[in-house]
């Protein structure tokens, strides 16, 4: 509904227009994000759409590759490159909200988000490359949404998602307002398009007549114009245009999420805390006696406490992760107005981040052993760093308790696991697995599980015996190919690979005995 002032005799009044954007201002997110207050402008709409087109033509759905990288930056670029422009002539809004202005701190999680996905650029591990995505998920929504505090950013995590959806009327508004006749941009955007149509195709066609390498040099790029080539450039460009059309409208009107930053929970009476978590304290503090009567004993055969570590060791970390939940929870309901509440925080729960440290040395202890007797998996990699994790934040924890107030304690916990994964694809884990694999141990090496693993594992593979060499290699070879299929896909990592086995005569001549 538009809002104007009162009329002058013989003068024309353009109305004001919507203060809360598309969506009606009772929506449950009106309060923290009303959205913005005028259609998308013409430098928006022509971003959002030269992203989804970027996207549609150089993104691979199947696999790894430069072409996610690529369109990643399309769409950081669209992002930057568009916002909010008034229209000339017409009456400012009755509110005027600020535009979209990132601090250091946001710059950092896109920076994190872009780095992320350029993982698929240098791996080709795809378990690697899908947990990088959706990592990826939660820094470009702290970079676009914020939050400060645990509220702030799971209220924050979804509004990308939402604003997906809301950002199509507030482009449809847009794309109708620089597409009206009397303007004549919409036409003239049509006209140019089709005259560099016509320019670009008459040309290269000549072009490629002319010369056979740039022929097929321009075969390559020009994908075949099938019914599933098209299919997939509809799909993917409507699905990038939501995405980028959903940041744009996050850029134009970021949510404000502060008040939810200063909010406290219902504080609960001081033994109704304090007792669950100090019969806790004794649980844990009675497990730890206990395993260290086992270490310090040593009589135990290191099989069979390996044996016994497999079947402990999720429940161990799934007792960690759950006593961050609790220590969250107490941090949260717990009073602190007396001195005595305070006292009695930082002994409880200080005992309990302790005692918890303690737990999460024994599990990272029991995977060590259990990996040193069987060997280095995927899973157990990736829980290892998940434990590390957990460390740090109980470290965390621990420095937080001493003025009892630690607002920057998630946004650190999570850099800290942003980092951790960056750190994990840097490090090449399918490399670093095949390497510790190799290693001689009572068992034999496990060369159908080496054959499973990514090309990235190939340049330690070739430490192998040449009989176990060819047998792995050809079993990833015959996946990898010896030609890229396609400018799109092209990764680092398989790249390496062919260098290594390309001089075979024969990649499916190789068979494990």
Known sequence: MSIAPPQKPGTTQRPLPILHGPWPSTAPWSRHWPGPVRPASAITVTAVAGAAVVAALSLPLDQTGVGWLITTLAGLVAVIAAGPVPPLGGPPPLVVRPRYRPGPERLAWGVASVALVAVGTFRSAGWLFALCLVTATLTGALALAGGRSMRSIAAGYPMPFIGAFRSVPWLTRGLRRISRPAGGTGVRVAATAGVSIVLLTAFGALLASADLHFAIALESLVPDLGVDTVFRWVFVGGFTAMAVGSAAYLRSAPPDLSTLDATEGRKVHRWEWAVPLGLLVLLFAAFGIVQARVLVRGDEPVRAFADEARQGFWQLSFVVGLTLLVLAG????????????????????????????????????????????????RLRL??????????????????????????????????????????LAVANPDGVIAEHNMQPRNHPIDLVYLGNLSPDAIPALTGLPPAQRGCVLGHIGLDLGREPADWRAWNLGRERARAIIGSQSDLRSWRCD
Request: with cysteine; aromatic share 8%.
């Open 330 to 377: 107490a941090a949260r309901w717990a009073p602190r107005d007396k001195p005595a509440d305070r006292l009695l925080i930082r002994v409880i729960l200080g005992t309990l981040t302790v005692l918890t440290l303690v737990i999460a040395a024994t599990a990272l202890h029991r995977i060590n052993l259990y990996t040193d007797e069987y060997g280095l998996t």
């Open 382 to 423: 990736l829980v290892f760093c998940c434990e590390l994790w957990f460390v740090f934040v109980l470290l965390l924890i621990l420095i937080a308790g001493r003025n009892l107030r630690a607002p920057w304690l998630p946004r650190v916990a999570i850099a800290a696991g942003v980092l951790a994964l960056i750190g």
